[in-house]
């Protein structure tokens, strides 16, 4: 992550509304992980996983979502190489970022999501997870940890 993605999430963290939650994303390249903040936005929640098809039908689910669930900012996690460095799959989330802006007016931020998914399918493990239960909500939990981490941020802010 660089300067310019700590001063959004600085510029989200100014913009949110009282009570208005945070919607973190995992993006995949079959799905879409979700997880949601609670309105103090001090805890993060796996949520729900969306099978990607097109860019406008999947930007047209999650602003309908949004709009339902009164989010105010979106965190994508931003997969980022061991080394700090941005490969392909980073500049497929920027571009997919950069095209969801211009539908919706929430304020985006990316998160550093290494490991998210490691830990999200260790923390299923040590709960004694079945490997089909892991499968149908390691992009959920993923999600949640990534924005977890975001709003662990936010807080000391």
Request: proline letters at 2%; aromatic letters at 4%.
């Amino acid at each position: 992550m660089n300067d310019t993605d700590t001063e959004r999430l600085n510029a989200l963290a100014e913009n949110l509304g009282t009570n208005q939650r945070l919607l973190g994303l995992d993006l995949g390249t079959k799905t879409i992980g979700l997880a949601l903040s609670d309105a103090g936005r001090s805890i993060a929640t796996a949520w729900q996983t969306i099978k990607r098809t097109k860019f406008q039908k999947d930007a047209d689910i999650l602003i309908g979502l949004c709009s339902t669930e009164n989010i105010g900012g979106l965190i994508l996690g931003l997969p980022l190489n061991m080394d700090g460095s941005e490969g392909p799959r980073a500049q497929a989330t920027r571009a997919f970022a950069r095209n969801l802006a211009t539908r919706t007016d929430l304020p985006l931020a990316f998160w550093d999501e290494r490991l998210s998914t490691v830990a999200a399918e260790r923390a299923m493990i040590e709960a004694d997870m079945s490997r089909k239960k892991r499968a149908a909500k390691i992009d959920a939990a993923a999600a949640a940890f990534l924005l977890q981490g975001a709003l662990d941020r936010l807080r000391r802010l």
